[in-house]
DNA sequence: ATAGCAAATGTAACCGATTACAATCTATAA
DNA sequence: TTATAGATTGTAATCGGTTACATTTGCTAT
């Protein structure tokens, strides 16, 4: 393979001027330029991007760390920071965790040595909780929640889970079902603080027995829901905390002969792709996916460039989605 | 940021113990390894990995192409290619290229320049039919086709479909419609050939009017599955050559007040997490995405290491898979 | 014609690792 | 004791670019 030497050789001049005719070409006469063309063709060159690399100390490659990649909503974002990142010449290093802190510390590693120049990190919990994120790496949070530290972009979950139950009660709804995340995950926080305000408001008390606990897969809304069908007092409506859970719900409520939303309403939070084309199609809250995942790119490459942006924090607003899934509750 | 020669003036050792302790410890003594690694500890030093790939030419990437990440069955291949990435200590270059051809070339040149040592491509035609894929580039193909060319793993989407449409006719079924893919995608192609191989095996005449082409976004199975609702004599059967399409189709067949399946039955492919969930869940193809993916990282990895594949080929077992969107025809 | 300045170009050091080759040390056998 | 093989270590070249600094060229103004 041919180095920029060989190029120099064949249009007779230095290696200073074949590398500031591709990097500066403004500092180049047009003579030079056109003989170091010429040359290029001739011998077939390509520049090593990695001697680039390494000279300049900056691999133009950052990691996004997400905890499942096969998550529709965690994909879309991803998809947008790829965009991102292409259009700014960064490649894209993907980091599928499964939710392990050996396979996130491996890829920060990636970081410490110079294989990747920053982070952008796709996960609720805030990046200091499970090990120590090195100080000096640049990172990013998406999809964080309200005690998420350091630059981050998140939608406000507490406001948007108020809206989704303050309709609701609107509807006439006042025993309201939640199936949640898992209790320590952050956005169950924050997403159950907006459904106790909400409460609190219309003046409704809070039963724990509403609340069941799910894990933000399909499978655990499906059982969740068991819960509710062997109530007495079914909830006339279930908040869930995302879309796969709402649909693993309302899979179980048809199964045992409960209409939704004519018997229970059911809302979910996401508005992944499917929501719109499942039966009932889903009300629910559309986070601005796209929107995340370019300006925490955005925001990536500024703290690369070395700008301070210590504790700053875009929260986006995510828009209530009303479709199928919800009706006021039956009299009876 | 300190270097080797740090960590060597600290120990008291030169540049080629420290380089050797750390790649090839067997070399080096009990005595000096301690030396090295305390010192290493001392200083803080974390190797530069970009001039370790630039000094081997290696870069220990490879780029992972895809038409769309959002797209679940995709992903799926893509996170098992990142976990056996992973363990071969590879990382992932996700190049998500929406299916234009000069973002695809963006990262083939990538690989020209020395940041990625391959590539992978999941996409279903052949990698050489838009632009030249240069000939020493180490590339394999997943998800392809019967007329992909180079290495390449794939399932047998011919027998696939016509294992689905075969039983349809065991069934009973004699007009069954399919919602296809782009009539030029390959996928289209081979699993058309499928359906056609099925219905002469059983002496059913083929009827044009039955194939209404779609593109594999739920959109389309939504609006192709409109036409076969204004049929006089409508197909019993449906045959969509996606998930996503079938899901759609459902949609529109119940808008319309046909039963599935007591009306109309409907089959799917890829066997998407959502497929059992829908309401009624889809009787379809199971991919065997998870071996997919690990194997063409495998198949990838000894193209790296120079093995010659040629046109090796990997074509899986599929598995089909029946679920409740299926039934016996309605008598009338 | 020539001084003066800017533009263009060339030379060579440099980035941080790896590794060929040479030099040195250690242990065993004669 | 000394020769010698084998193990360990060190020196310095090397990978392919970038860029500081020195030098040359080209042009304008006097």
Redesign the interface.
């Known amino acids: 393979m041919s180095n920029i030497r060989d190029v120099a050789r064949e249009a007779g001049v230095s290696v200073a001027t074949v590398s500031r005719a591709l990097s500066d070409p403004d500092k180049v006469s047009q003579t030079s330029l056109n003989k170091v063309h010429s040359a290029i063709d001739k011998v077939g060159y ?6 680039r ?2 000279r300049s ?1 900056k ?1 133009y ?1 950052v990691v ?1 760390l997400v905890p ?3 998550n ?1 909503f965690f ?2 974002v ?2 947008s920071i ?2 991102r990142a ?1 259009q700014k010449g960064y ?6 965790t499964r939710g392990v802190p050996e ?1 996130e510390k ?1 890829y920060i590693r ?1 970081v ?4 990747a120049d920053g982070v952008i990190q796709l996960r609720p919990d805030d990046p200091n909780r499970r090990f120590e994120m090195p100080a000096d790496i640049a990172c990013v949070n998406v999809c964080g929640c309200e005690s998420t530290s350091g630059p981050r972009v998140r939608i406000d979950n507490r406001g948007s889970a108020r809206s989704v139950v303050d309709y609701l009660i609107s509807l006439g709804h006042r025993r309201i079902g939640v199936i949640s995340g898992l209790k320590d995950n952050p956005h169950t926080v924050d997403r159950l603080a907006g459904y106790l305000e909400s409460l609190e408001a219309a003046g409704i008390e809070f039963d724990k027995s509403l609340v069941a606990e799910g894990d933000f897969t ?1 499978w655990s809304g ?1 059982n969740s829901a068991k819960q509710f069908c062997a109530m007495p007092d079914k909830p006339t409506a279930i908040f869930c905390m995302n879309d796969e859970m709402a ?2 719900a ?2 179980t409520l ?1 199964q045992h002969g409960i209409r939704v939303p004519e018997d229970i309403s059911v809302t979910g939070f996401d508005d992944i ?2 929501a719109r ?3 009932p199609s889903l009300t629910t809250v559309t986070q601005p996916a796209e929107e995340m995942g370019k300006l925490a790119m955005d925001m990536l490459l500024r703290l690369i460039e070395g700008e301070d942006l210590a504790q700053e924090e875009n929260v986006l607003p995510a828009e209530f989605v009303i479709r199928k899934s919800t009706a006021i509750p039956r009299k009876d």
């Open positions: 390509r520049p090593n991007m990695l001697a690399s390494f100390a691999s490659a996004v499942d990649i096969t529709p994909s879309q991803i998809r790829e965009d292409q490649a894209v290093l993907l980091g599928d396979r491996e990636r410490e040595t110079r294989l399909t499906l649909i693993g309302i899979q048809k792709s499917y084309y499942c039966d």
